[in-house]
């Protein structure tokens, strides 16, 4: 892998850039004449030079702000995140060998605790400048925080660390890692925090601004039906996007239901302001490719949303782990598919 000479392209293509919409920027909505694509094309494997995509936690947005989406995997063990870059165009997507974000960015990794410091990426704006930051989850000793590198103009600020009050309404009982995203929630155009709240049965909301002040107090909730009530049940992890582009931005979430049946749930946005007011869920994607009994021998753990082939449609994309082969003997291999709009 040539560190130098990709990130001397990768502050090129810094430089060159202005102002980063990334994964925040609003979908054109489609004329009457379109096609809808409401359906899912059968997955296919993601791989980059003839080697399949490291599997983790997944994010597509534009992080070198050359207004192609770029693919982020987290889930490394040593908190680490990589990044390839799209190299080729928005309608023919062709990634990069990877690359440790840690590489060119100071404090780049989400520390280790007692545990491993799993980056969850987001590329959302968290301070309002309009430009997408990079959030990230917490390690598991450190329930209540998250982690925010913020875009300045040209380059990546070393990574701060903020919190959230764990007193507050909606923080509840959480003893585990934090998953966090931004995005307008009450239809202000200021961007909010969302939490995956205590017990991992719901989501939990900060009003913004979100800086210069903390702990940040969760005070509201975002409503969704289906959502987990028990503590067999559980969100996952989520994300706001357009899924039906119809201009108002929705919430799709992984979550799991009534011993482990679940999966990919959309939840249409049925007017705002925001995303207050949302449709019953439609479940996208289920359990049979999502998460099994106990002993299954597959698992989803991560998903993103985004237009991979830029077509205007947000696309699937999930990470699993299959025991191969099935049995003791087996070792558990991760892998990252895409699901297209048809
Ligand atoms: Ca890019
Ligand atoms: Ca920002
Ligand atoms: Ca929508
Ligand atoms: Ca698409």
Same mark, same amino acid.
């Given at each position: 892998?040539?560190?130098?000479?990709?990130?001397?392209?990768?502050?090129?293509?810094?430089?060159?850039?202005?102002?980063?919409?990334?994964?925040?920027?609003?979908?054109? @909505?489609?004329?009457?004449?379109?096609?809808?694509?409401?359906? !899912?094309?059968?997955?296919? !494997?993601?791989?980059?030079? +003839?080697?399949?995509?490291?599997? +983790?936690?997944?994010?597509?947005?534009?992080?070198?702000?050359?207004?192609?989406?770029?693919?982020?995997?987290? #889930?490394?063990?040593?908190?680490?995140?990589?990044?390839?870059?799209?190299?080729?165009?928005?309608?023919?997507?062709?990634?990069?060998?990877?690359?440790?974000?840690?590489?060119?960015?100071?404090?780049?990794?989400?520390?280790?605790?007692?545990?491993?410091?799993?980056?969850?990426?987001?590329?959302?704006?968290?301070?309002?400048? +309009?430009?997408?930051?990079? !959030?990230?989850?917490? =390690?598991?000793?450190?329930?209540?925080?998250?982690?925010?590198?913020?875009?300045?103009?040209?380059?990546?600020?070393?990574?701060?660390?903020?919190?959230?009050?764990?007193?507050?309404?909606?923080? #509840?009982?959480? @003893? =585990?890692?934090?998953? @966090?995203?931004?995005?307008?929630? %009450?239809?202000?155009?200021?961007?909010?925090?969302?939490?995956?709240? +205590?017990? %991992?049965?719901?989501?939990?909301?900060?009003?913004?601004?979100?800086?210069?002040?903390?702990?940040?107090?969760?005070?509201?909730?975002?409503?969704?039906?289906?959502?987990?009530?028990?503590?067999?049940?559980?969100?996952?992890?989520?994300?706001?996007?357009?899924?039906?582009?119809?201009?108002?931005?929705?919430?799709?979430?992984?979550?799991?239901?009534? *011993?482990?049946?679940?999966?990919?749930?959309?939840?249409?946005?049925? #007017?705002?302001?925001?995303?207050?007011?949302?449709?019953? *869920?439609?479940?996208?994607?289920?359990?049979? @490719?999502?998460?099994?009994?106990?002993?299954?021998?597959?698992?989803?753990? *991560?998903?993103?949303?985004?237009?991979?082939?830029?077509?205007?449609?947000?696309?699937?994309?999930?990470?699993?782990?299959?025991?191969?082969?099935?049995?003791?003997?087996?070792?558990?291999?991760?892998?990252?598919?895409?699901?297209?709009?048809?």
């Amino acid at each position: 892998m040539r560190w130098s000479t990709s990130y001397t392209i990768l502050l090129a293509a810094m430089m060159a850039s202005g102002c980063n919409r990334g994964a925040v920027s609003p979908q054109a @909505v489609p004329s009457p004449s379109e096609t809808r694509k409401d359906g !899912l094309a059968p997955p296919v !494997l993601l791989e980059v030079g +003839g080697k399949p995509v490291v599997s +983790g936690y997944p994010f597509l947005g534009d992080i070198d702000g050359d207004g192609l989406n770029d693919l982020l995997m987290g #889930g490394d063990p040593n908190g680490r995140l990589l990044v390839y870059r799209n190299v080729g165009t928005a309608a023919a997507p062709r990634m990069s060998e990877p690359q440790w974000f840690d590489e060119w960015v100071q404090k780049g990794r989400v520390p280790r605790g007692c545990s491993a410091g799993y980056f969850y990426p987001q590329l959302m704006d968290f301070d309002g400048d +309009g430009r997408p930051d990079l !959030l990230s989850g917490s =390690h598991c000793c450190d329930s209540f925080g998250f982690h925010v590198f913020r875009r300045a103009d040209n380059s990546w600020s070393p990574r701060t660390h903020h919190t959230v009050a764990s007193e507050s309404k909606y923080t #509840g009982v959480f @003893v =585990h890692r934090s998953f @966090v995203t931004a995005a307008d929630w %009450n239809g202000d155009r200021i961007p909010d925090l969302l939490w995956r709240s +205590g017990g %991992n049965l719901g989501i939990g909301v900060a009003l913004g601004p979100l800086t210069g002040h903390e702990p940040l107090e969760l005070e509201h909730e975002v409503e969704f039906t289906p959502r987990p009530t028990t503590v067999d049940e559980g969100v996952h992890d989520f994300s706001v996007a357009d899924w039906d582009r119809d201009g108002k931005p929705d919430l799709l979430v992984r979550l799991r239901l009534d *011993g482990g049946k679940g999966g990919i749930y959309w939840y249409r946005n049925l #007017g705002g302001p925001g995303l207050k007011q949302l449709a019953p *869920g439609k479940l996208l994607l289920g359990e049979d @490719v999502l998460v099994g009994p106990m002993r299954s021998t597959r698992s989803t753990y *991560g998903f993103c949303v985004g237009d991979w082939d830029g077509d205007g449609w947000s696309d699937l994309i999930v990470t699993r782990q299959d025991l191969i082969p099935p049995g003791p003997e087996g070792s558990w291999q991760g892998s990252v598919w895409l699901y297209s709009r048809e």
